[in-house]
């Protein structure tokens, strides 16, 4: 029997696989329960079955997936007992989307990229209502303004790859909104997101609950995200619930021991940022100043530009300036932090250093182990091939960036093999030492990327980039996918390669929380140009440029009392 005042209740849910050797137990013994108008935040790291709970409350579970307890939804009819009805039945089609409405995590898969946002829009309304034709379109447009997308009528004409990811997130929230749900399932709907499209989907998100008086389960793994929005908090672990109390309860008496680690583990803004005046930031001991660091990479006035359009005789007659005249130097054994929305040119500015583009114009100069400066945007062929070895990348994504029909070991020595090297015996022996400098076992070199974890294969992905020996690595959002214990773990991991062999970093990111404790100088990217640079410290104390100062103010505060204080000190300067 359904409580009078819950909306959804989940009791003893377990899901277990039938694996060849042994039975994986996802999910074991869930209960949880959400009010009309609550906000539920789950939080935990991948695997811990937070996915799958909300899976279960759609009947979505994989075909292969062994489910017993209960799930019962308060839908407009009355109660009802969510895993008696069938996968496909009648009663299951009309919940989902109708009356229980999901915002999945990676909306450029979970949109379909040959129907324009309209039709996917006017799908759903199709298969819940009765409207059709001119009400239909105007219903979509109604929907797409609610979720504030610029030109909703002729956004409905618009396919996913012509929006960013968070006018892609606002099509899927719009979709999730469409029949007036009274439950909202939201898994990792920020995770991907820069700062300020971050906190501009939580306030559509927290204002559109408020609206509708929605129940939200809200699954995450930020602890920053959770305090902003959430009522209370359930922890799981390894398909568990750890607990489960009030915001304030989680945030500030955790009862248990792995609840208390997360916490301690969240990348926190250092308390002096954004002080009144630059007196807030730590005192320093007066000393000698050191000699400057010798540069590594100098960057000046830096240009790549892509041409967008063409007249009939294949002139440029438009283009896209996705970096314009950027300058910046990089000194040896320092991190370089680049910061800025995505779209502000941050990745390109990386791969125009790599030479992965050659850049339209400006100058990279590198200085190599040989001691000399090279000029990077003029080499070309074997030369440039050579100097590749000394400079390396780590990608943001450790799924996509690792080909899964190679090995480990031929994943980390596929860079050597690319310099000349055909000794497999050095190879294989440079691959088990380089497992052990970065945490794993040398026994690992004959699996497949589908064998590790994401913060495994990430560790995987450093190990290539470190198998030549470069002086300078670019660390391209390489932390901004993982688990929050994850995240520290592999910065911690990147802090001690840095010293023990002298690396070099530029460390390209949108949380600022996270290169806070990691960059020495930080640069901010907004649309391709570069606003603002200095001194980590001197930035976050006393940020000189509005955008700059946008983006700190962006930052997810893992502290309720103080984002509830900061939400009414908005809400107040609204008003006057």
């Known amino acids: 029997m359904l409580n009078s005042e819950n909306l959804l209740e989940i009791e003893d849910l377990n899901v277990s696989f039938a694996l060849r050797d042994r039975t994986l137990n996802a999910v074991n013994g869930i209960n949880l329960s959400i009010k009309p108008g609550e906000v539920l935040g789950v939080v935990g790291e991948s695997g811990s079955g937070k996915s799958l709970t909300a899976r279960a409350v759609l009947n979505l579970m994989p075909r292969t997936a062994i489910v017993s307890g209960s799930v019962r939804f308060r839908a407009r009819q009355g109660a009802v007992s969510v895993l008696d009805h069938g996968r496909e039945s009648r009663e299951m089609r009309a919940l989902r989307g109708g009356q229980i409405g999901?915002?999945?995590?990676?909306?450029?898969?979970?949109?379909?990229?040959?129907?324009?946002?309209?039709?996917?829009?006017?799908?759903?309304?199709?298969?819940?209502?009765?409207?059709?034709?001119?009400?239909?379109?105007?219903?979509?447009?109604?929907?797409?303004?609610?979720?504030?997308?610029?030109?909703?009528?002729?956004?409905?004409?618009?396919?996913?790859?012509?929006?960013?990811?968070?006018?892609?997130?606002?099509?899927?929230?719009?979709?999730?909104?469409?029949?007036?749900?009274?439950?909202?399932?939201?898994?990792?709907?920020?995770?991907?997101?820069?700062?300020?499209?971050?906190?501009?989907?939580?306030?559509?998100?927290?204002g559109l609950q408020d609206q509708f008086n929605m129940g939200v389960m809200f699954i995450t793994h930020n602890f920053g995200v959770v305090a902003e929005l959430a009522d209370r908090v359930t922890v799981m672990n390894h398909g568990i619930?750890?607990?489960?109390?009030?915001?304030?309860?989680?945030?500030?008496?955790?009862?248990?021991?792995?609840?208390?680690?997360?916490?301690?583990?969240?990348?926190?803004?250092?308390?002096?940022?954004?002080?009144?005046?630059?007196?807030?930031?730590?005192?320093?001991?007066?000393?000698?100043?050191?000699?400057?660091?010798?540069?590594?990479?100098?960057?000046?006035?830096?240009?790549?530009?892509?041409?967008?359009?063409k007249d009939w005789a294949g002139r440029v007659t438009e283009e896209l300036k996705a970096v314009d005249d950027v300058s910046f130097v990089i000194r040896r054994g320092e991190t370089f932090g680049l910061v800025g929305e995505s779209g502000s040119g941050k990745s390109t500015v990386a791969r125009s250093i790599l030479r992965a583009y050659q850049p339209t114009g400006g100058s990279v100069q590198f200085k190599a182990p040989d001691g000399d400066y090279h000029?990077?945007?003029?080499?070309?062929?074997?030369?440039?091939?050579?100097?590749?070895?000394?400079?390396?990348?780590?990608?943001?994504?450790?799924?996509?960036?690792?080909?899964?029909?190679?090995?480990?070991?031929?994943?980390?020595?596929?860079?050597?093999?690319?310099?000349?090297?055909?000794?497999s015996g050095p190879m294989q022996e440079r691959a088990a030492d380089l497992l052990e400098r970065v945490g794993l076992k040398p026994d690992m070199l004959s699996r497949y990327p589908h064998a590790f974890s994401g913060g495994q294969r990430q560790r995987i992905g450093i190990a290539r980039a470190l198998v030549t020996n470069p002086s300078f690595v670019v660390l391209d959002e390489s932390v901004s996918a993982l688990d929050v214990s994850i995240a520290a773990q592999t910065i911690s991991l990147l802090k001690d390669l840095q010293d023990r062999l002298g690396l070099t970093y530029l460390f390209i990111t949108h949380d600022l929380s996270m290169i806070s404790?990691?960059?020495?100088?930080?640069?901010?990217?907004?649309?391709?140009?570069?606003?603002?640079?200095?001194?980590?410290?001197?930035?976050?104390?006393?940020?000189?440029?509005?955008?700059?100062?946008?983006?700190?103010?962006?930052?997810?505060?893992?502290?309720?009392?103080?984002?509830?204080?900061?939400r009414q000190a908005r809400k107040e300067a609204l008003a006057s």
């Open 102 to 206: 999901m915002i999945f995590q990676e909306p450029m898969t979970a949109l379909s990229p040959v129907h324009s946002v309209g039709q996917q829009v006017m799908k759903t309304l199709t298969l819940h209502t009765d409207l059709r034709k001119k009400a239909l379109e105007d219903r979509a447009t109604e929907l797409l303004d609610l979720v504030q997308l610029p030109d909703p009528r002729g956004m409905l004409k618009r396919y996913p790859h012509q929006l960013s990811g968070g006018m892609r997130q606002r099509a899927m929230i719009a979709m999730a909104l469409s029949c007036n749900p009274s439950l909202l399932l939201a898994d990792e709907p920020t995770t991907a997101l820069d700062v300020t499209t971050e906190a501009q989907i939580l306030e559509l998100i927290r």
């Open 241 to 309: 619930v750890e607990e489960t109390g009030s915001i304030d309860d989680i945030f500030y008496a955790p009862r248990v021991a792995y609840t208390q680690k997360l916490l301690r583990l969240i990348p926190r803004l250092p308390d002096y940022a954004m002080a009144d005046s630059q007196s807030a930031a730590p005192a320093r001991v007066a000393t000698a100043e050191a000699p400057p660091k010798e540069t590594v990479v100098r960057v000046e006035n830096l240009k790549m530009h892509f041409p967008t359009k």
């Open 375 to 423: 000029e990077l945007t003029a080499l070309q062929g074997d030369k440039l091939r050579a100097m590749r070895a000394h400079m390396q990348m780590v990608f943001q994504d450790p799924y996509s960036s690792l080909n899964p029909r190679m090995t480990v070991e031929q994943l980390i020595t596929e860079p050597l093999v690319n310099q000349g090297e055909t000794r």
């Open 517 to 566: 404790n990691f960059a020495d100088h930080i640069g901010v990217m907004q649309t391709g140009k570069l606003v603002e640079t200095g001194p980590t410290e001197a930035f976050f104390a006393n940020p000189q440029d509005p955008y700059s100062k946008r983006l700190l103010n962006a930052v997810p505060i893992p502290d309720p009392r103080r984002a509830r204080a900061l």
